[in-house]
């Protein structure tokens, strides 16, 4: 990358605004159960006493500790902590010599003495109808989008680069086929396309990137097609020829290199699309399955309760993709306008 380009993104706020707030939600992702309040496999702890309680709400608890219980450490950093613990809310206990009186909202609950400790959990985006932390779930629900859109994203690239130089560079029958292919499928449904992936092979992580990117390809494939039927009758082609390096070093070591511009637009399109194709797979029960959290299928098992007054368990969800998607699609405006040569020949 040279530097005049550098210089642009630098000089560009929104390429650096969307940038810094994507790599932040990249660390949050990748770092989340060392932030989130419930650092559990999939953050599902449930505490059905505190079901569906409001933002910014807070509970007493005592937690009977499990020795079975693991603790936070490397090994678990990105899976989350087995918990075999019990957590119980509570307005005000007795401690009897061998028994434990708990109170909560006017229920009294008799347990024999055991290990534990008091506690308190805050509720910044509410609970769900299980008692989960919608917070903790939201996070990890980033990193599932995150991680399938960036998966997704270079199934696309690497199959639509290759395809594309393919057919744009040699042309003929070859290009003839490549169009076949991209027309072909391009006249397949997107969503059909991933059901009929995700129904032949099951449902998983990596099924579903693969089933997302193998419905992206064709808008790169048809990008890099055009920039390299430009690109080749240019004067540092011919001379490459001339030098007789070969096609495939001429292609992918001076032809591709001078595309980079608009591939990386594509793919910040690209990254936007994945998300929402996911939301929308796990939001139709195609995606990610519960208990693993991710933003589709938060909208889809909270939908009755949403509409029914507890709005907040649709609203973050849905934030946290248009936030996404929106970051995503100003970075590619910005990259648009940062490699585009015209707007910049008096630079």
């Given at each position: 990358?040279?530097?005049?380009?550098?210089?642009?993104?630098?000089?560009?706020?929104?390429?650096?605004?969307?940038?810094?707030?994507?790599?932040?939600?990249?660390?949050?992702?990748?770092?989340?159960?060392?932030?989130?309040?419930?650092?559990?496999?999939?953050?599902?702890?449930?505490?059905?006493?505190?079901?569906?309680?409001?933002?910014?709400?807070?509970?007493?608890?005592?937690?009977?500790?499990?020795?079975?219980?693991?603790?936070?450490?490397?090994?678990?950093?990105?899976?989350?902590?087995?918990?075999?613990?019990?957590?119980?809310?509570?307005?005000?206990?007795?401690?009897?010599?061998?028994?434990?009186?708990?109170?909560?909202k006017?229920?009294?609950?008799?347990?024999?003495?055991?290990?534990?400790?008091?506690?308190?959990?805050?509720?910044?985006?509410?609970?769900?109808?299980?008692?989960?932390?919608?917070?903790?779930?939201i996070?990890?629900?980033?990193?599932?989008?995150?991680?399938?859109?960036?998966?997704?994203?270079?199934?696309?690239?690497?199959?639509g680069?290759?395809?594309?130089?393919?057919?744009?560079f040699?042309?003929?029958?070859?290009?003839?086929?490549?169009?076949?292919?991209?027309?072909?499928?391009?006249?397949?449904?997107?969503?059909?396309?991933?059901?009929?992936?995700?129904?032949?092979?099951?449902?998983?992580?990596?099924?579903?990137?693969?089933?997302?990117?193998?419905?992206?390809?064709?808008?790169?494939?048809?990008?890099?097609?055009?920039?390299?039927?430009?690109?080749?009758?240019?004067?540092y082609?011919?001379?490459?020829?001339?030098?007789?390096?070969?096609?495939?070093?001429?292609?992918?070591k001076?032809?591709?290199?001078?595309?980079?511009?608009?591939?990386?637009?594509?793919?910040?399109?690209?990254?936007?699309?994945?998300?929402?194709?996911?939301?929308?797979?796990?939001?139709?029960?195609?995606?990610?399955?519960?208990?693993?959290?991710?933003?589709?299928?938060?909208?889809?098992?909270?939908?009755?309760?949403?509409?029914?007054?507890?709005?907040?368990?649709?609203?973050?969800?849905?934030?946290?993709?248009?936030?996404l998607?929106?970051?995503?699609?100003?970075?590619?405006?910005?990259?648009?306008?940062?490699?585009?040569?015209k707007?910049?020949l008096n630079?």
């Amino acid at each position: 990358m040279s530097k005049a380009i550098l210089k642009r993104i630098f000089h560009n706020k929104t390429a650096i605004i969307t940038s810094a707030s994507l790599v932040f939600l990249f660390l949050l992702s990748v770092c989340a159960f060392i932030i989130i309040p419930d650092n559990t496999i999939d953050s599902n702890r449930q505490i059905p006493q505190l079901a569906l309680s409001t933002p910014g709400s807070s509970q007493k608890i005592i937690i009977i500790q499990n020795s079975e219980t693991s603790k936070a450490d490397f090994t678990n950093l990105w899976k989350g902590r087995r918990d075999l613990d019990e957590y119980i809310p509570y307005d005000r206990i007795i401690e009897g010599s061998d028994n434990i009186e708990i109170w909560y909202k006017g229920t009294m609950r008799n347990i024999v003495s055991q290990k534990y400790k008091r506690s308190r959990v805050f509720y910044l985006f509410g609970s769900d109808k299980f008692g989960r932390d919608v917070l903790s779930r939201i996070i990890l629900g980033l990193r599932i989008s995150l991680t399938i859109g960036l998966l997704a994203v270079l199934v696309s690239l690497t199959i639509g680069i290759v395809i594309g130089s393919l057919g744009g560079f040699y042309g003929g029958k070859i290009d003839a086929l490549v169009m076949l292919i991209i027309n072909t499928s391009w006249s397949i449904p997107t969503l059909l396309l991933a059901f009929a992936i995700i129904l032949a092979f099951g449902k998983g992580l990596m099924v579903i990137f693969l089933a997302v990117g193998l419905t992206m390809w064709v808008d790169v494939a048809r990008l890099v097609r055009g920039q390299v039927m430009q690109e080749k009758s240019k004067n540092y082609v011919i001379a490459s020829q001339v030098l007789g390096l070969r096609d495939m070093t001429t292609l992918f070591k001076h032809i591709l290199p001078n595309i980079i511009g608009p591939i990386l637009v594509m793919a910040a399109a690209n990254f936007a699309t994945a998300i929402l194709v996911e939301a929308g797979l796990s939001y139709l029960g195609f995606g990610i399955q519960p208990p693993t959290p991710s933003l589709g299928n938060m909208l889809k098992e909270n939908y009755a309760y949403a509409t029914g007054g507890f709005v907040y368990l649709a609203f973050f969800p849905i934030l946290a993709i248009m936030v996404l998607v929106l970051c995503f699609n100003l970075l590619g405006t910005a990259l648009r306008d940062v490699f585009d040569t015209k707007s910049n020949l008096n630079e």
